[in-house]
Nanobody
Framework: QVQLVESGGGLVQAGGSLRLSCAAS????????MGWFRQAPGKEREFVSG????????SYADSVKGRFTISKDNAKNTVYLQMNSLKPEDTAVYYC???????????????????WGQGTQVTVSS
């Protein structure tokens, strides 16, 4: 069982930056693929980024490539999402998720992630 708590959301102007954190409980955190998803009002939850359990492989949605960076600190049981050059269309609730343990594949499918946080709101003003 993994429990996830996101933090770091807030209100920022377009072009600004935020760093989201996701703190995980459980001694096996280091074995999980981790992902970030987001959901804007009236839209489906979508994949933003994911990182393999070793941290050696990452994946990004096309809409955030070059602007967002995911990282994982197994010693701190925390995964981060550094978001730069934010745009109004990045406004959403951002969710952290834990996927399959020991998987070398970073999947963008919601169904492949078993544990979810409660989400943190990110609002980008124009």
């Amino acid at each position: 069982q993994v429990q996830l708590v996101e933090s770091g959301g807030g209100l920022v102007q377009a072009g600004g930056s935020l760093r989201l954190s996701c703190a995980a409980s459980g001694r096996t955190f280091s074995t999980y693929t981790m992902g970030w998803f987001r959901q804007a009002p009236g839209k489906e939850r979508e994949f933003v980024s994911g990182i393999s359990w070793t941290g050696g492989r990452s994946s990004y949605a096309d809409s955030v490539k070059g602007r967002f960076t995911i990282s994982k600190d197994n010693a701190k049981n925390t995964v981060y999402l550094q978001m730069n050059s934010l745009k109004p269309e990045d406004t959403a609730v951002y969710y952290c998720a834990a996927g399959s343990p020991f998987s070398a594949i970073v999947t963008n499918q919601r169904s492949d992630y078993d544990y979810w946080g409660q989400g943190t709101q990110v609002t980008v003003s124009s």
